[in-house]
């Protein structure tokens, strides 16, 4: 039977059957048993499913692997131990030394790290380009060893709005998949495969868990990208240069380490799922516990509730940072003043997220007043949490530069950014108004 999101959160991934436990079990077992060695070897040559070592697959964790990728649309989903480890995986499952990518240059400071410095060490070189630019523009940073195209639904900490079905035409034009990090939107805002996105990633550190109790990634695969044939399945686009080009040998190709086995031939539309639980989870191992698992499961739940009352704060409070006149500039692609407005009404009609970026009047040291006068909400540096809390890049995650090498950083000096929570919105405005009382 076909569910809502609304049910899924709460039954997807885990039906118990006569006399088993009604809550998720946690299967905190490193390994499983076996009758036969014959029963464990077809488990190795991947013939049979099942479990043998929680690092290749576990219960908890794919029950909850099953309810996010019901939650996105997709064939197949892979959790990892934190949703830095997600974003590599994601690219690094079809990107080998040599290969080149493509990203959105306004993305999560984290992620922009990792693609700009640490996997050029690995030999993947990735280009930064402006989402505004033109079509024409960002299409000349293609390459015939261009292997992806990156992006954010909602950007951390801007807030821009990607644009996904445009891009996933200008992947598809070059005959590659795009890859979108749903973390700030979630399902429950925008399923990014029903615009052409090929691949999701989320930090579940932040709304699917919502409780701050788990560091945990995914990867989810929408089954739609013919790595074969380079091209998005059912999208009848002119061949380009690039197909046929082979792009994609660690899916077409015979994997040596899994006795000549070619992923694409052998499990069709979970080859990419497959690959990365059998090649990057066996030698690099990001697995999340399944405990955490467990913990991301109960925040999963409540994730279409949440949500909700995440995104109808947060548009309060940005309207009335909107009004105040100690307010500079407020950043919530809610507001109808806002450029990426019109994008986040066709993508996300029912709310974005609760995270504002906004400027208060005044020098860095009124920043850190006002957020020092804050009562209950919190100076931390997560983000997407039922409590509402707060950080100031300029004097936390950015202390070290000068307001000059800031805005060459692209942060505003004077920017906060705001994670509105799910408390009464009238305690939020109270306790903001207080502390820029006291500013
Ligand atoms: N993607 C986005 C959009 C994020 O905001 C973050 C973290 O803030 C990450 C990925 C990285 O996730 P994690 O902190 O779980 O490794």
Partial sequence: MKKNLDTICIHGGWKPRKGEPQQLPIYQSTTFRYETSEQMAKLFDLEEEGYFYTRLANPTVDAVAKKIAALEGGVGCVLTSSGQAANFYAVFNICQAGDHFITSNNIYGGTFNLFGVTMKKLGIECTFVDPDWSDERIEQEFRPNTKCFFGETISNPGGNVFDIERFARMAHRHGVPLIVDNTFATPINCRPFEWGADIVTHSTTKYMDGHATQVGGAVVDSGNFDWDNCQHIGEALPPTEEAGKEAFPGLCEPDESYHGLTYTKAFG???????????????????????????????????????????????????????????AWVNYAGLPSNKYHALAQKYMPNGLCGVIAFGLKGTREDAIRFMDNLDFISIVTHVADARTCVLHPASHTHRQLSDEQLREAGVAPDLVRLSVGIESVDDILADLQQAMEKA
């Fill in 269 to 327: 539309k979970m080859a990419y799922t497959t690959k990365l639980v059998a090649q990057l989870m066996r030698d690099l191992g990001s697995i999340p516990s399944p405990q955490n698992a467990f913990l991301l499961n109960l925040g999963l739940e409540t994730l279409h509730l949440r949500v909700a009352r995440h995104c109808e704060n947060a548009q309060k409070v940005a309207e009335w940072l909107e009004q105040n006149p100690r307010v």
